[in-house]
C-alpha cells in the first residue's frame, strides 16, 4: 500500500517562507502538489515529473518551487513571499494514482 506524509506546515507571516515535504513510499513518474481552503475546491498548485520538469499554476509562479530528493521519493515544495491567499491544507498527490497524503496546513496570517 502507498503511503504519502506531508510535513512543514505551520503559521508564517505574510511575506514569509516554508517548505513543505512528501516522503513517498515508492517512487512515482510525476507528483503534484494541491492546496484546498476552507469552503473552496481542492486547487492543483504544481507538478513534478520524474524527467525534471515542473508546472506551476499562474498565481504562484515565480514564488514556489517543485523538486524532489536524489532518491525521487520525497518531493518539496519551497514556499517564499507567501500570501494570505496561500492559506490552506496542501497535499501531494501521484499522478495516476488514488493516492493523497493527509495533508499539512499552511496557515499565512499576521
Known amino acids: 500500500q502507498v503511503q504519502l506524509v506531508e510535513s512543514g506546515g505551520g503559521l508564517v507571516q505574510p511575506g514569509g517562507s516554508l517548505r513543505l515535504s512528501c516522503a513517498a513510499s515508492?517512487?512515482?513518474?510525476?507528483v503534484a502538489w494541491y492546496r484546498q481552503a476552507p469552503g473552496t475546491q481542492r486547487e492543483w498548485v504544481a507538478t513534478s515529473t520524474s524527467g525534471g520538469n515542473t508546472y506551476y499554476e499562474d498565481s504562484v509562479k515565480g514564488r514556489f518551487t517543485v523538486s524532489r530528493d536524489g532518491t525521487g521519493t520525497t518531493t518539496f515544495l519551497q514556499m517564499s513571499s507567501l500570501k494570505p491567499e496561500d492559506s490552506g491544507v496542501y497535499y501531494c498527490?501521484?499522478?495516476?494514482?488514488?493516492?493523497w497524503g493527509q495533508g499539512t496546513h499552511v496557515p499565512v496570517s499576521s
Open positions: 498527490h501521484p499522478l495516476g494514482t488514488e493516492c
Open positions: 515508492q517512487r512515482f513518474g510525476a
